[in-house]
């Protein structure tokens, strides 16, 4: 059999990485660019600065083709993802007339506002949408990188809502608004022009894929009933597959990466491992000795440091809203709390993965609860999963087998799913999971961790938030009327 190549793209929050995979999912070239940071004009937004997330999947596209061994008459598809509830509004040539709202934007938890940017734009494009243009020309969008609440979309049809009074709240006009595609099927061809900047070869076929977080659940194989996902990246959260459409105050329910089912997700934590990133960027220095005599990564050193620590950290605690997890409760901030002279750097670092892993299985258990919904088996992704002591933190706050797959790049792997099936390679996903999907490791709950834990989160953890957030409020108000002052005098 001649040799068959797939590409998966992963837009994700801080970095673009183009995965070159082979037929059996195993990854024979990578690019990655990092990102800009976000510009933030005001509080509480977050925006890509202009051309940056274009200009950093054309880097990684030109490092993953510079390594790829292969011809490229080889690559037989393309898979497209990217991150959620990102807006891109452009005008008829498919350019951006503003900057790229971010997910972390506070105004991507709202409707469209009125105002020039919106009123003046030919189509209101999320951030897939916007690559699939720049691609093959075409307005397309895939129907699993919607959510109901920030377009006139039913998640339950997977189709445009026609009522005219959906498009006014909205805000949006349907010739605003781009053609939808189911993932697997092909969006358009690359063109000629996006051949010239990519050196991906003309006519290449663009496949539907998902959101970042359904074809993440695609690439772990999590496909079957009593398998979870929970995704360890900027953005940390769990995810379960079904085959109805449910709704519940306590979760999201969005089509997922293969059609015919839906993707349950729960509230999770807005900067997840992004906060292990920052801590170890901040105070990684206390590892620096154990990385250089074994020649490691500042997180793995921290991970061993934190190993020597018991688990609860001796009363040390975090709460990791970094990013407050809805608007209207943009009061809230991180906390650490519990600090005595026995706490050391290792002790931090074991919160923020304790902090994680509680405040997920807090609301995971309303979730559960609601939708009556078990897991017997978790599978983890993203770079996160690459920390042995979250594995087997997770596996001992949830109380079931945590599974690591060989590869952490779950996203782009989904993708390249996506793409496997809609080019004909494989013939369905669960051929395709099956062929490309594989197991690293395993990690099992251990009981007294679990009943340790168990007892934390209910009579301690559970109490933390609702006794912080009047706090948090006068904090915020303080500081509003603060600056309201100081703008007066200046």
Same mark, same amino acid.
């Given at each position: 059999?001649?040799?068959?190549?797939?590409?998966?793209?992963?837009?994700?929050?801080?970095?673009?990485?183009?995965?070159?995979?082979?037929?059996?999912?195993?990854?024979?070239?990578?690019?990655?660019?990092?990102?800009?940071?976000?510009?933030?004009?005001?509080?509480?937004?977050?925006?890509?600065?202009?051309?940056?997330?274009?200009?950093?999947?054309?880097?990684?596209?030109?490092?993953?083709?510079?390594?790829?061994?292969?011809?490229?008459?080889?690559?037989?598809?393309?898979?497209?993802?990217?991150?959620?509830?990102?807006?891109?509004?452009?005008?008829?040539?498919?350019?951006?007339?503003?900057?790229?709202?971010?997910?972390?934007?506070?105004?991507?938890?709202?409707?469209?506002?009125?105002?020039?940017?919106?009123?003046?734009?030919?189509?209101?494009?999320?951030?897939?949408?916007?690559?699939?243009?720049?691609?093959?020309?075409?307005?397309?969008?895939?129907?699993?990188?919607?959510?109901?609440?920030?377009?006139?979309?039913?998640?339950?049809?997977?189709?445009?809502?026609?009522?005219?009074?959906?498009?006014?709240?909205?805000?949006?006009?349907?010739?605003?608004?781009?053609?939808?595609?189911?993932?697997?099927?092909?969006?358009?061809?690359?063109?000629?022009?996006?051949?010239?900047?990519?050196?991906?070869?003309?006519?290449?076929?663009?496949?539907?894929?998902?959101?970042?977080?359904?074809?993440?659940?695609?690439?772990?194989?999590?496909?079957?009933?009593?398998?979870?996902?929970?995704?360890?990246?900027?953005?940390?959260?769990?995810?379960?597959?079904?085959?109805?459409?449910?709704?519940?105050?306590?979760?999201?329910?969005?089509?997922?990466?293969?059609?015919?089912?839906?993707?349950?997700?729960?509230?999770?934590?807005?900067?997840?491992?992004?906060?292990?990133?920052?801590?170890?960027?901040?105070?990684?220095?206390?590892?620096?000795?154990?990385?250089?005599?074994?020649?490691?990564?500042?997180?793995?050193?921290?991970?061993?440091?934190?190993?020597?620590?018991?688990?609860?950290?001796?009363?040390?605690?975090?709460?990791?809203?970094?990013?407050?997890?809805?608007?209207?409760?943009?009061?809230?901030?991180?906390?650490?709390?519990?600090?005595?002279?026995?706490?050391?750097?290792?002790?931090?670092?074991?919160?923020?993965?304790?902090?994680?892993?509680?405040? $997920?299985? #807090?609301? &995971? +258990?309303?979730?559960? %609860?609601?939708?009556?919904?078990?897991?017997? *088996?978790?599978?983890?992704? =993203?770079?996160?999963?690459?920390?042995?002591?979250?594995?087997?933190?997770?596996?001992?706050?949830?109380?079931?087998?945590?599974?690591?797959?060989?590869?952490?790049?779950?996203?782009? $792997?989904? #993708?390249? &799913? +996506?793409?496997?099936? %809609?080019?004909?390679?494989?013939?369905?996903? *669960?051929?395709?999971?099956? =062929?490309?999907?594989?197991?690293?490791?395993?990690?099992?709950?251990?009981?007294?961790?679990?009943?340790?834990?168990?007892?934390?989160?209910?009579?301690?953890?559970?109490?933390?938030?609702?006794?912080?957030?009047?706090?948090?409020?006068?904090?915020?108000?303080?500081?509003?009327?603060?600056?309201?002052?100081?703008?007066?005098?200046?």
């Amino acid at each position: 059999m001649a040799n068959e190549y797939i590409i998966g793209l992963d837009v994700g929050t801080q970095s673009t990485r183009v995965i070159i995979f082979d037929r059996d999912g195993a990854m024979v070239s990578k690019g990655a660019r990092k990102h800009q940071p976000h510009m933030i004009n005001k509080p509480g937004w977050a925006e890509h600065p202009m051309g940056d997330l274009w200009n950093a999947f054309l880097g990684a596209c030109h490092d993953a083709l510079e390594q790829f061994p292969g011809a490229l008459s080889e690559i037989k598809a393309f898979g497209l993802s990217t991150q959620r509830c990102c807006r891109a509004y452009v005008n008829r040539k498919g350019e951006l007339i503003h900057p790229m709202m971010s997910w972390l934007d506070i105004r991507s938890l709202d409707y469209h506002q009125p105002g020039p940017m919106y009123e003046d734009a030919y189509k209101l494009l999320t951030n897939s949408g916007y690559y699939c243009y720049q691609l093959t020309g075409q307005f397309k969008d895939t129907t699993a990188n919607l959510t109901g609440c920030y377009y006139p979309f039913s998640q339950q049809t997977g189709a445009w809502i026609e009522d005219p009074a959906e498009f006014a709240k909205h805000n949006i006009r349907p010739d605003q608004l781009p053609e939808l595609v189911r993932p697997g099927e092909i969006m358009g061809h690359i063109t000629a022009q996006a051949a010239l900047e990519t050196g991906l070869p003309e006519g290449l076929p663009v496949v539907a894929g998902a959101g970042d977080k359904q074809v993440e659940v695609l690439g772990a194989g999590a496909m079957n009933a009593g398998q979870a996902y929970i995704t360890c990246g900027t953005y940390c959260g769990l995810l379960l597959v079904g085959g109805e459409y449910l709704e519940d105050p306590s979760m999201g329910c969005y089509l997922a990466a293969h059609p015919g089912k839906y993707h349950y997700e729960g509230y999770g934590v807005r900067r997840g491992f992004w906060t292990v990133s920052w801590f170890a960027r901040q105070f990684g220095c206390v590892a620096q000795k154990l990385m250089e005599s074994r020649d490691i990564s500042c997180e793995a050193a921290l991970d061993i440091m934190a190993e020597q620590v018991p688990m609860g950290c001796e009363g040390l605690m975090l709460i990791p809203d970094f990013v407050p997890p809805t608007s209207d409760k943009a009061y809230r901030r991180g906390s650490i709390l519990g600090f005595d002279g026995r706490h050391t750097a290792a002790h931090m670092y074991r919160a923020v993965l304790e902090g994680i892993a509680l405040s $997920l299985k #807090a609301n &995971i +258990d309303w979730m559960i %609860g609601n939708i009556r919904k078990d897991i017997e *088996e978790i599978r983890i992704g =993203g770079g996160g999963s690459n920390s042995t002591i979250g594995m087997q933190i997770f596996a001992d706050v949830f109380g079931v087998p945590v599974v690591r797959t060989t590869n952490p790049e779950s996203c782009a $792997l989904g #993708a390249a &799913i +996506d793409a496997a099936v %809609g080019c004909g390679m494989y013939p369905g996903f *669960e051929e395709a999971v099956s =062929g490309m999907v594989h197991i690293r490791d395993r990690f099992e709950p251990y009981s007294s961790s679990h009943k340790f834990y168990s007892e934390l989160l209910e009579r301690v953890y559970n109490e933390i938030r609702p006794a912080t957030d009047g706090v948090y409020q006068k904090s915020q108000q303080f500081w509003e009327t603060w600056s309201a002052k100081e703008s007066e005098l200046l």
